[in-house]
């Protein structure tokens, strides 16, 4: 998981926006994934972006791709106690058992 | 609606005994993974399955053995276990129609070398 870097922690207050943000080395990497992971719990997909987008926006995420630099970055609005979670970012280099998993981010939301 | 389900969920193990985790997806996946997840390290792929009857090794393979006899099952197995075995192992499987395959996880197995 080394050619996918995330820093490990992150702290925001309640209602504030958290931005987890990723960089990739593969730039043939087709797909990039967000990952959540709750205590206890497995990995839940929380969103993708596709190589050739910019960006996209799914209710309060907001995931922005930069290929020229390879960067990739979650945006959180008006984030919850319930968004306390692991955040992984991965990058699929063309089928599942090519997807490679940075990490992850923890995220600490303050009260 | 099951998804993937990991058997045992937990297990303490002393060095040297064996043992088989389990692995059961509903969905009619074709892939299948194991992994591994070590603090700070992410997930690391331990083998995989494209199909039934088939395995490939992944990055960490070394101390493992897997079996994929049936489409919905994929089980890891430890020969010998290590203390350096300690770590959680988690199930995927992803479908090969969709387009993004992503995968789907279970919740884990927390194993315990001692």
């Known amino acids: 998981g080394e050619d996918v870097e995330q820093s490990l922690f992150l702290s925001v207050r309640e209602g504030d926006s958290s931005v987890i943000n990723c960089t990739y080395t593969?730039?043939?990497?087709?797909?990039l994934y967000w990952y959540k992971q709750e205590p206890g719990a497995g990995l839940q997909l929380l969103t993708y972006i596709f190589s050739n987008m910019d960006m996209k926006q799914d209710q309060r995420l907001t995931v922005l791709l930069n290929k020229k630099d390879k960067h990739l970055s979650l945006r959180i609005a008006d984030t919850q106690t319930g968004d306390s979670a692991i955040y992984f970012c991965?990058?699929?280099?063309?089928?599942?058992?090519?997807?490679?998993f940075g990490a992850g981010t923890r995220l600490f939301v303050k009260a | 609606n099951a998804g993937v389900t990991q058997t045992p969920k937990f297990r303490v193990l002393k060095t040297g005994q064996s043992m088989t985790l389990l692995c059961a997806q509903d969905?009619?996946?074709?892939?299948m993974y194991w992994y591994r997840q070590d603090p700070g390290m992410g997930l690391r792929l331990i083998h995989y399955s494209v199909g039934e009857g088939t395995t490939a090794k992944g990055e960490v393979p070394d101390g493992y053995n897997v079996s994929r006899l049936k489409k919905q099952n994929f089980l890891l197995g430890l020969e010998s276990a290590a203390p350096s075995q300690t770590s959680v192992y988690f199930c995927a499987s992803s479908s090969l129609d969709r387009e993004n395959q992503p995968q789907h996880f279970g919740d884990g197995t927390r194993l315990s070398i001692l």
């Open positions: 991965a990058e699929s280099r063309g089928g599942g058992f090519k997807t490679i």
């Open positions: 969905m009619n996946h074709e892939y």
């Open positions: 593969d730039s043939s990497s087709t797909y």
